[in-house]
């Protein structure tokens, strides 16, 4: 047990779990937590609040912790990116400096290095700051917003799906051609993760991140926003082809109308070292077709892909999530912040 746990727990009101396991710290952190922190060991720490970064792509919290021999060290606490945070209703001003807390997460690999992964975290005040938050909570409204979606348009909260979204982590899984395999066998997540320059995800690992999306809708262009990575995508309804687009991480989209359902071509991704998987590119020849529709009552929208890329891998990846109506949240847009984001290498 870590320092600092003395903390009186009669008084503790309120857990907020942030991670579901180490699948969602991968998921969350697009990178392999396991290489800086023991994810197969749990451990536990107290102290008080000094400094909070709520910045993507990870909010940390420093806290003070006292040792057994009444000494104080701070140590830095790494947290999920912000957007899934606020998708679950909790504020940058949840947490503030002088609180008291208690982390539950995972230690540092180096156990003379005071950094933590966390897992939950518990305050000692009685403000409820969100209950039952992990990766597999439905993101809905409260019950007193009870307006509906009459289109796609608005904002949306992405519900997580863990099978799809590891269908876009683990390498291992796909049927890898002998060139993705090289791929995935070089790959250092140190020093070769685009992430570590504030390079986002791509489509359509951004599109099942569990954030906050903007869906605008215009004559010409629909604009898909994700919160978590600040990536802004832009879908053209009146083009035809994908001949003379310029190669982008996310590719060039063409939308048509089938109906009320908005399906998506794009194709023409340039090169991104994790495009398909953890330490597997995008190549020249990857395609992406998406189906978003509305769904229900208007509280829900469908969101189906399916993608290919033979110079890496085999045959197709295909699955279907749903994202919530959030009319009760706005879009913020918090651009990455490079040291905060290679603060996972230091």
Request: some cysteine; aromatic content about 8%.
């Amino acid at each position: 047990m870590y320092p600092g746990r003395t903390l009186h727990y009669a008084s503790i009101a309120v857990t907020l779990l942030f991670l579901t396991f180490v699948a969602g710290s991968t998921i969350f952190a697009h990178h392999n937590s396991s290489v800086k922190y023991n994810t197969s060991a749990t451990d536990s720490i107290a102290g008080v609040v000094t400094r909070v970064e709520w910045r993507n792509p990870h909010v940390y919290l420093y806290v003070a912790v006292e040792s057994l021999e009444s000494q104080s060290a701070i140590w830095e606490i790494e947290g999920p990116p912000p957007a899934a945070l606020r998708r679950a209703g909790w504020g940058s001003e949840d947490i503030q400096i002088g609180d008291q807390i208690a982390i539950d997460g995972h230690p540092a690999r180096d156990s003379s290095s005071n950094v933590f992964l966390m897992n939950s975290l518990t305050t000692t005040d009685n403000t409820i700051i969100g209950m039952d938050i992990g990766l597999a909570s439905v993101p809905e409204a409260d019950e007193s917003i009870t307006d509906r979606a009459t289109s796609l348009e608005g904002i949306w909260g992405t519900i997580f799906d863990l099978k799809a979204n590891m269908l876009l982590v683990e390498a291992s899984k796909l049927a890898l051609t002998e060139k993705g395999r090289l791929a995935v066998e070089s790959y250092n997540e140190l020093t070769d993760n685009p992430a570590l320059n504030c390079k986002p995800e791509t489509v359509p690992k951004a599109m099942l991140y569990p954030d906050i999306k903007s869906i605008e809708i215009g004559d010409s262009i629909i604009t898909i926003r994700s919160e978590a990575e600040a990536v802004v995508r832009t879908v053209y309804l009146d083009r035809n082809s994908h001949e003379g687009s310029t190669p982008s991480s996310n590719g060039h989209s063409i939308g048509r109308w089938e109906g009320d359902k908005l399906v998506i071509d794009t194709a023409n991704f340039s090169p991104h070292r994790q495009g398909n998987a953890t330490g597997l590119p995008s190549g020249s020849q990857k395609h992406l077709v998406e189906a978003i529709e509305l769904i229900g009552d208007g509280s829900r929208i469908s969101y189906y892909f399916e993608l290919r890329d033979p110079e890496y891998f085999e045959g197709n990846i295909s699955d279907e999530i749903e994202f919530a109506f959030r009319p009760d949240l706005d879009y913020v847009d918090l651009p990455c912040d490079v040291e905060n984001a290679r603060r996972y290498a230091q």
